[in-house]
């Protein structure tokens, strides 16, 4: 049975091309953004999926101004493509896997999680952050690609990038809240890399690695900020043993059954692509 419309399936499948220049510049700042990777017809599609999506799985009823500032953020929703056969087509495309082992110079890419970033109107900051720090994973062969669902200005808050700052140890032991914004915020001032904030375009997707530090700011408008994000990680990648008790809720919950210094190759973690 068709699940979605056969142009966009097709589209899904057709490779999205990068330069030397494109791989060179994600290696050095271990982020980059990509115009038309999706087209408007396929963004369009999977904004009405992922959202009708999101609605039946939400579970939060604290109002926005009762919540932590992590609480405020955004709604967050994981893999829905447990759920939803139509979101699972997006999750599990071969165009997008393939620019992200591409991007990472790996053989192929396997799936971490997924997850839905709604930021509400009036949503709060998402603080800075590196994202490996929940992650049990032996290598910084890591990827997040993240796809808003709508064209995204500066007032609903798209991701800001530290470039180059994965090579920053301080802060990598903070999970993400107030101490992490802090904190990080402090170290980035008094560094040189530089801070890059922009609009995203439909149909535009960025890619950043694990160890990147990042953030978002507020949506100040009244509309929802829907993205869908892919984390993804080499084929090959070994689990390791957790270092502190994110890692554990993450092992357990993202790599159910894997065995610490063997390839994550769980039933949730399918190789999406491989050369």
């Known amino acids: 049975m068709q699940l979605i419309p056969l142009s966009i399936a097709e589209y899904l499948k057709q490779p999205y091309e990068l330069s030397q220049e494109q791989i060179d510049f ?11 990777v999706l087209n408007s017809e396929t963004v369009l599609f999977f904004n009405e999926a992922i ?3 999101v609605n039946a799985m939400n579970q939060e009823l604290t109002s926005l101004e009762d919540r932590t500032t992590y609480g405020k953020a955004f709604l967050q929703l994981f893999n829905l493509w447990l759920e939803n056969d ?3 087509e997006l999750i599990f495309s071969k165009r997008i896997a393939k620019i992200a082992s591409d991007l990472m110079k790996v053989n192929g890419v396997r799936l971490y999680h997924d ?4 930021k509400e109107g009036g949503g709060g900051i998402t603080p800075w952050h590196a994202d ?4 049990p994973l ?6 997040t690609c993240w796809i808003p669902l709508q064209a995204t200005p500066l007032e609903m808050g798209p991701l800001e990038f530290s470039a180059g700052s994965h090579t920053i140890v301080e802060g990598r032991e903070l999970e993400i809240g107030d ?3 802090q904190v990080i915020q402090k170290k980035l001032r008094v560094t040189d890399f530089k801070h890059v904030i922009e609009a995203f375009d439909i149909g535009e997707i960025s890619f950043h690695s694990g160890w990147i530090f990042h953030r978002a700011g507020v949506n100040v408008t009244n509309e929802m900020r829907k993205v869908m994000t892919i984390i993804y990680m080499d084929k090959d990648m070994i689990l390791k043993n957790p270092e502190n008790k994110n890692q554990i809720h993450d092992w357990n919950t993202w790599c159910p059954g894997a065995k610490v210094g063997e390839i994550v190759n769980s039933p949730i973690n399918p190789i999406l692509y491989s050369k």
């Open 115 to 118: 997850q839905a970033l709604f």
């Open 138 to 143: 032996e290598t910084d062969k890591t990827i």
């Open 179 to 181: 101490e992490s914004e």
């Open 51 to 53: 959202t009708t999506q």
């Open 132 to 135: 490996q720090y929940y992650w």
């Open 26 to 36: 994600y290696q050095n700042y271990r982020f980059i953004k990509l115009k038309n």
């Open 86 to 88: 139509i979101v699972k």
